[in-house]
């Protein structure tokens, strides 16, 4: 446990006030004194900050962000969206990376809870990050969720609309004549790739096309994942003439992996994702996607947890959606392969 103004105080055989005083560098206190009470704070390793001095009042003008995967391009427009939101009202932002990991998440939860936030914007790693997330609801604390919903847990959301964005990426592919689609996506309990994987059935439905189940490729979201499954891809008797990566970092592991296998997309086989890496579609505008507005709903998600912690939200929890905006591009081609 980090050392308070009181343990400073005890140990120095002084008051509280005089600590903060010392802390705070105003006169009324001894040389002799205030000597003792640095050593002690030395001793101690006290760090005094803007949390300390905002203990009383229970504002530190802080506000937290949880993102699963700082790696991804994706999530940069988030942290700059909600960071110029919170800068704008006079906030500063912690920012932590979960690594899609349940049990870093929780920690670091604690960590910004621990240090005063206000409150908290999380991208959160999956379903399972309930346990964690229902006892903030349950205690009121300010909490929005931004890209993934959590079943059970009824606070503020910013999402997108990923099974109708995910329906109109397929309903193209079948346009220009795919059939046999693979679906590389994320775990079950992630709200993203299950939503986006119901948008994948909905247009093989409309379209009177059979669903395949062993097309559904469950990985990692990210390169290696992306890599592997499309080994798994390859090593298929009735090979798909098209692949939906769940997002940017997994299209990249395909492409290496079909690349490495003598495979030319979109000649041999197409290609299509979620996200826009903006500054690489300037240089090389190549993959067909679904772009999401990160950083509008970046700010969106952080106005709507300083309206929370201002108290100026009501008590029903606040749900916005947004489209996403298909571009297409070379990579899903004209023609099946």
Do not use: W
Request: net charge neutral; hydrophobic share 45%; glycine share 8%.
């Amino acid at each position: 446990m980090a050392a308070t103004v009181r343990d400073v105080a005890r140990k120095a055989g002084v008051s509280a006030m005089t600590v903060s005083r010392v802390i705070n560098n105003h006169p009324g206190v001894s040389s002799e004194t205030r000597q003792k009470i640095e050593a002690v704070i030395g001793e101690l390793n006290y760090a005094p900050s803007k949390v300390a001095s905002g203990l009383i009042s229970a504002k530190t003008q802080l506000i937290g962000l949880i993102i699963p995967d700082a790696a991804n391009p994706f999530f940069a427009p988030i942290v700059r969206g909600a960071e110029t939101a919170a800068r704008k009202a006079g906030y500063r932002m912690l920012v932590c990376n979960s690594e899609s990991d349940l049990r870093l998440e929780r920690d670091y939860v604690a960590d910004l809870v621990s240090h005063r936030v206000e409150g908290l914007l999380i991208a959160p790693v999956g379903d399972r990050s309930d346990a964690h997330l229902g006892k903030l609801v349950e205690g009121s604390f300010p909490l929005v969720l931004i890209d993934r919903h959590v079943p059970g847990i009824d606070c503020d959301s910013v999402t997108l609309d990923n099974a109708n964005a995910a329906k109109r990426l397929v309903d193209h592919l079948i346009a220009v004549g795919h059939r046999r689609i693979a679906f590389v996506t994320d775990a079950d309990d992630v709200s993203t790739g299950r939503e986006r994987l119901a948008g994948v059935k909905q247009a093989l439905a409309g379209a009177g096309v059979p669903f395949a189940e062993d097309l559904v490729l469950h990985t990692t979201a990210d390169q290696i994942g992306g890599y592997r499954s499309a080994q798994q891809i390859l090593s298929m008797r009735d090979r798909p003439t098209a692949v939906f990566a769940v997002n940017n970092m997994t299209a990249v592991g395909v492409m290496q992996a079909l690349r490495e296998s003598g495979l030319i997309v979109p000649d041999d086989i197409s290609l299509v994702c979620f996200d826009d890496v903006q500054h690489l579609a300037v240089i090389s505008p190549f993959l067909t996607v679904i772009d999401q507005p990160a950083e509008i709903m970046a700010g969106v998600a952080a106005q709507l947890l300083l309206e929370r912690i201002a108290g100026n939200a009501g008590k029903l929890s606040r749900k916005i959606t947004f489209p996403g905006k298909l571009i297409v591009r070379q990579s899903c081609g004209t023609k099946v392969p």
